[in-house]
């Protein structure tokens, strides 16, 4: 099956600031891949498909990019309600896999 | 919009049988989409176990194949999963998801339900 790899883990920032993130995919997805966000006590909620496409009610500042086997989220100036997990998805590939997410906290 | 919401015993003995159901609202469980389980182990990544679709074909996870059963109920709008013979790797955060119009993509989630197994 197909590994993703996501990094940091964990990244500590300030609101306001840009940041990037990691998936890395061990074989090529093409551009198959999800982007979520996932909040405590709340439901995932899907971000990104198709690696760039930005899913219904979330704002410009969320960007996905890449393709085959490594993809960024890009989330452009941190605001206070962008504090959450994320994970990456490939559903390019049977049986699908997910990335160990990347914890966004306030530094 | 669409709801789902998981629902099941949250303490399951070892050797035995964890049984949960995933209500759908603001969408027909007849629609052309695939209707998902995952689950997250604590500490671990996500799993994908497995679909099934409104005719009822369904796919596995070949790593849990052997111990799932994804089934859907149409009357009730809801669909259900069985994994037999639990053990303590077992215990997780177990979440129902809707792949909308079958691309592959997981548009709408449960917030999910712990499920631990212990005697």
């Known amino acids: 099956e197909v590994v993703m790899t996501q990094s940091p883990s964990t990244l500590s920032v300030s609101p306001g600031e840009r940041v990037t993130l990691s998936c890395r995919a061990s074989?090529?997805?093409?551009?198959?891949l999800a982007w979520y966000q996932r909040k405590p006590g709340q439901a995932p909620r899907l971000l990104i498909y198709?690696?760039?496409t930005r899913a219904t009610g979330f704002p410009a500042r969320f960007s996905g990019s890449g393709s085959g086997t490594e993809f960024t989220l890009t989330i452009s100036s941190l605001q206070s309600e962008d504090f959450a997990i994320y994970f990456c998805?490939?559903?390019?590939?049977?049986?699908?896999?997910f990335g160990q997410g990347t914890n966004l906290d306030i530094k | 919009q669409v709801q789902l919401q998981e629902s099941g015993p949250g303490l399951v003995k070892p050797s035995g049988t964890l049984s949960l159901t995933c209500g759908v609202s603001?969408?027909?469980?007849?629609?052309?989409?695939?209707w998902t389980w995952v689950r997250q182990p604590p500490g671990k990544g996500l799993e994908w176990i497995g679909e099934?679709?409104?005719?009822?074909?369904?796919n596995y996870n070949p790593s849990l194949a052997s111990r799932v059963t994804i089934s859907i109920d149409r009357p009730k709008n809801q669909f259900s999963l069985r994994l037999s013979s639990v053990a303590a790797p077992d215990t997780a955060v177990y979440y129902c998801?809707?792949?909308?119009?079958?691309?592959?993509?997981?548009?709408?989630w449960g917030q999910g339900t712990l499920v631990t197994v212990s005697s």
């Open positions: 998801a809707r792949n909308g119009g079958s691309y592959g993509r997981l548009d709408f």
């Open positions: 198709d690696a760039s």
């Open positions: 099934i679709y409104p005719s009822g074909s369904t």
């Open positions: 998805h490939q559903y390019n590939n049977w049986p699908n896999t």
């Open positions: 603001g969408d027909s469980i007849n629609n052309s989409n695939w």
């Open positions: 074989q090529s997805v093409r551009n198959n």
